[in-house]
């Protein structure tokens, strides 16, 4: 393995031998330890053999552990930590003459200013592995090998982290091809980063993990003067980052080690202590983005049928057709494109064309308008230029407003019931890799109906309590008055029930304190006619046409939901018809919000009020 030492006139030293003994060249361009072989190897040995510390005749070009006893005595001899290590300790003090105890001094490796304690060094090293134990994907910045130790008997100061990275499939990969960055992180901190796609930053090995001739680089983050603090134990995280834009051929496992010593730190005394070791390895898979991923949801109680009133002189603008909830699962994506597509309520005249009734449709995200065009005979309306992003993990309402055209009566655009409701919702977007995507909610919207002259509810009153002495029932009421066209008789079912059933008088929602609709039972849900308006007998009520009526919505709820709850009723619509026993009732919706909401009323569960 290459490691390389920052020394004056780099990777020479001239060895000056015992006084009467001529000088000697060596290019010592890397440390030495058991298992090293070659040339620089063989001019180590001949110098301890030289200066009696090894045999003679024993060169061999080995570095075996014969030649580390033999480092070890020299060491000792010349004041160095006797590790059998052949350093930068040991590589500088050979180049300051020292080869016997003549005239020797201790040498330091560097300062020490604020580093506390002794001769300090690491203890229980430990590799953890791969701590996000996932994938890297492309683009994405992930933490593939931790270790961790604790500083013994002083301070130290890690000023040097090498790693290797080998490709586990054999490929004829570079690590500086898949990779942007590499980075140390210790408490969520970066400490050091190195540009991992400048090939000149890795070096090229010829073994790892005991193995020759496979494809390893090694990887050095010099100066990274990072302070342990004596008795403090310390997590290092290596993260890499990988390229945005890998091809299938580079996807696969790479192994990731330490090198052999390639962790350098400083303890108080100023000596250079090592760890790492390439067999204690782990592996990080490279793999393809997940694909950005959007989902809309649509609810059907926002999405109610609505009647609309119209002008037969003036556009009516600002009309709520449509709502959904878009939410981003996968990635952070851009939403370039939306495409409503409209179709006409059954009720709709046969031959009016989409442009007769809508002028103008509006996109509304998150309360903000995004986008307007104008409806054509196709009702396909599309909204592009959106540009808005949606960061994973956040959701956004969507809301499709329209202007109505006047039905006016010389042009006979549309008729009087006339409608439109949105079949589909498509949303073009690009994800976090820059990938096209695309995603179709055709959940049908409620029928808008435009109605000359309709019919009008206002609110009288509204209460709340408890339903007498049964505290896991509430009892509400909610008073309110029905207006009829001045052109028409009206007809509402003399019945009540919730916003999931069909062909009732009053329909309204059981809420949460949170206003969020929940499932209860009722033991009575009954609409009553206060005043006004007459009893049909035949399970109508009339308001005849320009005439008010008052009507009372009665409900108990009992708490069935397990827990004591707080709830409320809201009026959520009215059905009517222009006659009775007709089927075919028009659900009034318009304006029925939070005002016709109650109070709420807390009430225990069944079993805790017996």
Do not use: C
């Amino acid at each position: 393995m290459k490691i390389f030492t920052k020394i004056a006139a780099f990777a020479v030293v001239a060895l000056a031998l015992v006084a009467g003994t001529s000088s000697a060249d060596a290019a010592f361009t890397r440390y030495l330890t058991v298992g090293s072989t070659g040339t620089d190897v063989s001019e180590l040995q001949s110098i301890l053999v030289s200066n009696g510390y090894l045999a003679a005749g024993l060169p061999s070009g080995y570095f075996g552990a014969l030649t580390k006893a033999a480092v070890m005595k020299w060491q000792a001899a010349v004041g160095l930590p006797a590790t059998g290590y052949f350093g930068p300790m040991s590589i500088a003090k050979i180049g300051m003459g020292s080869t016997s105890t003549s005239g020797s001094t201790t040498s330091t490796s560097g300062s020490t200013t604020g580093l506390k304690g002794g001769d300090g060094d690491f203890k229980d090293f430990d590799v953890l592995g791969n701590p996000d134990n996932e994938e890297v994907e492309e683009g994405e910045t992930v933490e593939v090998f931790a270790f961790e130790f604790e500083a013994d008997d002083s301070d130290l100061l890690v000023e040097r982290v090498e790693f290797v990275a080998s490709s586990s499939l054999n490929q004829v990969e570079k690590p500086w091809k898949v990779l942007d960055e590499v980075s140390i992180v210790v408490d969520g901190k970066t400490i050091a980063d190195v540009d991992a796609s400048d090939e000149d930053n890795w070096d090229e090995e010829t073994s790892f993990n005991g193995a020759s001739n496979v494809n390893a680089y090694s990887l050095r983050f010099d100066d990274v003067d990072y302070k342990v603090e004596e008795g403090d134990t310390v997590e290092f995280a290596i993260a890499v980052t990988a390229t945005d834009d890998l091809d299938t051929d580079e996807l696969g496992n790479w192994d990731i080690a330490l090198a052999d010593d390639g962790i350098r730190a400083r303890n108080a005394e100023g000596i250079d202590v090592y760890e790492g070791n390439d067999t204690d390895d782990t592996t990080f898979t490279l793999d393809e983005a997940t694909a950005g991923d959007l989902t809309v949801t649509v609810d059907t109680d926002d999405n109610e049928d609505a009647e609309v009133e119209i002008s037969e002189d003036d556009s009516t603008d600002d009309v709520v057709i449509y709502t959904a909830q878009v939410e981003s699962e996968d990635g952070d994506n851009n939403i370039e494109e939306v495409r409503i597509t409209l179709s006409t309520t059954s009720a709709t005249t046969v031959g009016t064309d989409f442009d007769d009734m809508i002028d103008t449709l509006y996109l509304f995200i998150d309360g903000d308008e995004v986008g307007s065009e104008s409806v054509d005979s196709t009702g396909i309306v599309t909204f592009d230029d959106i540009d808005v992003d949606i960061e994973e993990g956040d959701e956004f309402a969507f809301e499709v407003r329209a202007d109505i055209n006047e039905q006016g009566q010389d042009e006979d655009n549309y008729n009087n019931g006339d409608g439109v409701y949105v079949t589909s919702m498509r949303i073009d977007f690009v994800d976090a890799q820059d990938d096209d995507q695309t995603v179709t909610d055709t959940t049908d919207g409620g029928d808008i109906t435009f109605s000359l002259n309709a019919l009008s509810v206002d609110l009288a009153s509204k209460s709340a309590k408890m339903y007498g002495t049964q505290d896991n029932k509430g009892e509400y009421y909610i008073t309110f008055k029905v207006s009829a066209p001045e052109e028409e008789d009206i007809y509402i079912p003399n019945g009540a029930a919730s916003s999931t059933a069909t062909n009732t008088g009053a329909y309204f929602k059981i809420l949460n304190t949170g206003n969020s609709q929940v499932t209860a039972t009722t033991s009575l849900a009954e609409l009553n006619l206060v005043s006004g308006g007459s009893d049909e007998g035949n399970g109508y009520y009339k308001v005849s046409k320009g005439n008010t009526a008052t009507f009372e919505l009665h409900v108990v709820v009992d708490n069935t939901l397990g827990g004591d709850r707080g709830l409320k009723v809201q009026l959520s619509g009215v059905d009517y018809n222009t006659r009775a026993l007709v089927p075919g009732l028009t659900r009034f919706t318009s304006g029925l919000d939070e005002e016709y909401r109650t109070s709420s009323v807390l009430l225990l569960t069944a079993d805790a009020s017996n």
